[in-house]
């Protein structure tokens, strides 16, 4: 079995994209390589009984968003249109460089409009489907 820790970015006044972007990874059992490899997908975001948005300053902020990024495989953002005002993604996505980890953008379902600042900085995009939002995360940890 092949453990890959990942790293939700999400708002949550916006939780419905990462509640089903987490039951999708962390609920399901998953295989690739036609059933032969299982893959165990490890919830490495932001918990909501420990949020973190009562940091006292923006460094210690950052150092705790990438206290979570540094020991994951990749980053998954979904790409709504309200990421564009979050302080907070900036800092993942920076995160997300800072440590060489690769950025999965998931376009949401029926968006007409997506996140220029997360697409510029995405290695891969998918769409909003649970097969395609695991095979882009396959693809970039390999």
């Avoid at 918990?47 to 300053?57: C, G, Q, R, S, T």
């Avoid at 379902?109 to 395609?132: C, F, H, L, M, Y």
Wanted: glycine share 4%.
């Amino acid at each position: 079995m092949i453990s890959i820790n990942v790293f939700i970015s999400h708002s949550w006044a916006h939780s419905e994209h990462y509640e089903k972007l987490a039951e999708w990874l962390f609920e399901t059992s998953w295989t690739v390589h036609n059933g032969l490899t299982a893959l165990h997908f490890v919830d490495w975001s932001v918990p909501k009984d420990n949020p973190i948005h009562d940091a006292p300053n923006d460094v210690a902020l950052g150092m705790m968003i990438n206290s979570l990024i540094v020991n994951s495989h990749v980053v998954v953002i979904p790409t709504g249109m309200y990421v564009n005002y979050s302080e907070w993604i900036n800092k993942e996505i920076a995160g997300a460089r800072d440590y060489n980890k690769p950025v999965l953008a998931v376009d949401l379902w029926g968006a007409q409009r997506t996140s220029s600042i997360v697409q510029q900085n995405a290695e891969d995009t998918v769409g909003w489907q649970k097969q395609s939002v695991v095979s882009g995360i396959w693809r970039l940890v390999q």
